[in-house]
């Protein structure tokens, strides 16, 4: 398994949730999507490279963080003040290069996807 993702639970809206994903291979750009039931998979935060300032999703911002620990090669995205559209699986994508800025979202530019964690927002 190249990228393992995990932290996925039940919240209450309003709750906190911090997903993790690990990562056997070397990557530049690390993301994390989610999709939700009859949606697309959207790009919610990337981190092009440990140099660059994350990016975030209009839809998250202020309420998600990605951040990095390069020691352990994992990724965190600590998520605060959920909402029921958070809902989704939510999925880390790393990319062995770093990503230019307008392909950032773009799913098929991601080398490697890992598992799924599944988010609910219920109350």
């Known amino acids: 398994v190249q990228l393992q993702a995990s932290g996925g639970g039940s919240v209450q809206p309003g709750g906190s949730l911090r997903l993790s994903c690990t990562a056997s291979v070397d990557y530049t750009t690390i993301g994390w999507f989610r999709q939700a039931p009859g949606k697309e998979r959207e790009g919610v935060a990337c981190s092009r490279s440990r140099h660059d300032i994350p990016n975030y999703a209009d839809s998250v911002k202020g309420r998600f963080t990605i951040s990095r620990d390069n020691k352990e090669n994992t990724v965190y995205l600590q998520m605060n003040n959920l909402k029921p559209e958070d809902a989704a699986v939510y999925y880390c994508?790393?990319?062995?290069?770093?990503?230019?800025?307008?392909?950032?979202?773009?799913?098929?530019?991601?080398?490697?996807w890992g598992q799924g964690t599944q988010v609910t927002i219920s109350s």
């Open positions: 994508a790393a990319a062995s290069g770093r990503l230019i800025s307008s392909r950032r979202w773009n799913p098929d530019t991601y080398d490697y």
